[in-house]
């Protein structure tokens, strides 16, 4: 299946888990693909896994918090795509702690990246969007969007935040063909996670060690299967992202193993 033979592609935190992931997806499909992370050794790990569909993989270090980088990351992208067909915006932390705890600045430091960072990119790509075939855009929610996830209450509100941007985008760019829409992932052993549900230790840092671990126990896949990988949520980003959901937009798809009934 090429779904992607022929379609220019730009793929935020493609360094690591869902991002690596989804790049690595478009590329067997036949996609262009510009990666974008702030770590080099990240971006140098896809390359590595690309193997002989990397002549067409381009790597961008670009940090979506910060304008004068997403400006020219995107500049760099477009300069090797020509055009950009579609944006999928997976880059993102997780930091988890007692909201009293919360300071100010770490509490602007996860808005600033899940979301200013995804607004800035998209900001930044919808002129070349505008000109693409079948644009679209792919956000990265997250089931604390909807549902509670105790001590990270800055992660819901960036991630409740994406959601509803999304929904506000896709109306607001309907007339010019551009389709947007944003995947909840849950359950899913990523870049941020460690497996358990805990962040990386190069994500942040984790629970705190009095954490009230009977407030997780609904989190668990309702499939039986324990975590899964992020190719779980790579095809159905690399499915809203091309022509096979050319009639949706405006909407959230969860994948998480049926954590949230």
């Known amino acids: 299946m090429n779904r992607y033979e022929g379609r220019r592609v730009l793929v935020t935190g493609a360094g690591s888990g869902i991002g690596q992931a989804t790049t690595l997806r478009m590329l067997a499909e036949g996609g262009r693909i510009v990666a974008a992370d702030m770590s080099a050794d990240g971006l ?48 993102g932390i997780l930091r988890s702690s007692h909201t009293h705890d919360t300071t100010l600045d770490a509490f602007e430091q996860v808005l600033r990246v899940n979301l200013v960072g995804t607004f800035l990119m998209i900001r930044e790509t919808i002129p070349a969007l505008r000109t693409g075939n079948g644009p ?105 992202a091309s022509d096979d959901a050319s009639f949706v937009t405006g909407t959230e798809v969860r994948i998480d193993g049926g954590t949230h009934y």
Do not use: C, W
């Not at 390359?47 to 995107?74: F, Q």
């Not at 551009?178 to 962040?199: A, H, L, W």
């Not at 126990?217 to 990988?229: D, R, V, Y």
């Open 44 to 91: 140098a790990d896809t390359v590595a896994k690309a193997g002989a569909a990397a002549d067409r993989l381009h790597t961008v270090i670009l940090n979506i918090s910060d304008e004068a980088s997403v400006k020219a990351g995107v500049a760099d992208a477009l300069a090797f795509l020509g055009g950009l067909d579609a944006l999928v915006n997976a880059a």
């Open 136 to 240: 679209a855009v792919v956000n990265f929610s997250s089931t604390s969007a909807q549902f509670a996830h105790p001590y990270m209450a800055a992660y819901a509100a960036s991630k409740g935040g994406v959601q509803s941007m999304t929904h506000a985008l896709a109306a607001e760019y309907s007339t010019d063909g551009i389709r947007f829409n944003s995947v909840q992932p849950g359950s899913i052993s990523s870049g941020m996670t460690d497996g358990s549900g805990q962040s990386k230790q190069n994500a942040g840092p984790g629970l705190p060690e009095d954490a009230n671990f009977a407030l997780f126990a609904k989190l668990s896949p309702a499939l039986g299967q324990g975590f899964a990988g992020p190719e779980a949520v790579a095809s159905v980003v690399a499915m809203l």
